[in-house]
């Protein structure tokens, strides 16, 4: 019989605490601005309250360090999307270089110790993931969208800037950190880890 395990946590808090991906057969990322939208308008009318995103559901690690993503993709690669908004505002503002290496080696990629080397803490499908890795994760304005996948991971990006820029112009850093916690601790979800995609598939039908 398949093991099924179950738990709740923060959904940033997952994140930083687990390698993500997003497995081949997976689609691309579909999120329009409006899911977008809709999700951080949530998160705004909920706080400073616990609020349930929904079931994360992936299969375990026999497959090697990364969790798959069965269902759940769209949530975590836009609450992903966001510390990486997080980390380039961050980043633009004196004083607070550290604070966005912190936000990085937490939520975006873990650095060897020993050399250079950097994992990925979500990793999208293969049509996705180098476009992403590329032009959010590393911050590099070159790549071009040759996908709609692309162009949706581009407006996730530029919709929660300016909901962070908007948050960050009336309550300054204090009002972003405010966020970032939120978002890692009281932003909920339950995780459905079970040890292969047929019972994942199952569980995700019912």
Wanted: aromatic share 12%.
């Amino acid at each position: 019989m398949a093991k099924i395990d179950f738990d709740q946590d923060g959904v940033g808090h997952f994140i930083a605490d687990n390698f993500l991906k997003v497995p081949p057969y997976q689609r691309s990322f579909a999120w329009e601005t409006s899911h977008v939208q809709d999700l951080f308008e949530d998160i705004k009318n909920s706080y400073p309250e616990d609020y349930f995103i929904g079931t994360v559901v992936v299969t375990g690690t026999d497959k090697g360090d990364y969790l798959e993503i069965v269902d759940g993709q769209q949530r975590l690669a836009t609450i992903n999307i966001f510390f990486a908004v997080i980390r380039d505002l961050l980043k633009k503002e004196d004083n607070s270089i550290k604070k966005s290496k912190h936000i990085e080696t937490e939520y975006l990629w873990k650095e060897s110790l020993r050399d250079e080397d950097k994992q990925q803490k979500l990793v999208l499908n293969n049509m996705d993931n180098e476009f992403y890795l590329k032009r959010i994760i590393e911050n590099n304005t070159e790549p071009i969208p040759t996908k709609e996948s692309h162009n949706r991971l581009l407006k996730a990006y530029e919709y929660i800037t300016s909901f962070v820029n908007n948050k960050y112009a009336n309550e300054k850093l204090n009002g972003i950190f405010d966020l970032v916690e939120f978002i890692e601790k009281k932003i909920k979800i339950i995780i459905v880890k079970v040890s292969d995609d047929i019972n994942a598939f199952t569980i995700c039908a019912v």
